[in-house]
Nanobody, 125 residues
Framework: QGLLIEFGGGLVEPGGSLRLSCAGVDFAVNQYGAGWFRQAPGKQREAVGCITTYGASTYFDDSVNGRFTISADNAKKLRYLQMNDLKPEDTGVYYC??????????????????WGQGSKVTVSA
């Protein structure tokens, strides 16, 4: 039960920024563990970043560490993936994932039971 809806993808030039948003249809995703995964053309899905329930810990792939952050808007019950200094290799379909209790290994897709529909991000000049 529970659906995730994500939005905010698009086309951006290298060096630009985008923010992806993730909303739970009937639950407060801002209170859940959450992860962002991406699938680049011709590649397997990979974890980009994640946060455990209650925000105790976060993880970011080395390729995005220092450029991407995860945050929440408790009033709007949203999770965000802020992506700065985007590079062409960041291009892909980004998926938001969530589960109520995640206390470790938040970068493992198998931990999640709710997935968004995917948002396409294209970084190109």
């Amino acid at each position: 039960q529970g659906l995730l809806i994500e939005f905010g993808g698009g086309l951006v030039e290298p060096g630009g920024s985008l923010r992806l948003s993730c909303a739970g249809v009937d639950f407060a995703v801002n209170q859940y563990g959450a992860g962002w995964f991406r699938q680049a053309p011709g590649k397997q899905r990979e974890a980009v970043g994640c946060i455990t329930t209650y925000g105790a810990s976060t993880y970011f792939d080395d390729s995005v560490n220092g450029r991407f952050t995860i945050s929440a808007d408790n009033a709007k019950k949203l999770r965000y993936l802020q992506m700065n200094d985007l590079k062409p290799e960041d291009t892909g379909v980004y998926y938001c994932a969530s589960r109520n209790i995640i206390i470790e290994d938040c970068d493992a897709a198998i931990r999640y039971n709710k997935w968004g529909q995917g948002s396409k991000v294209t970084v190109s000049a």
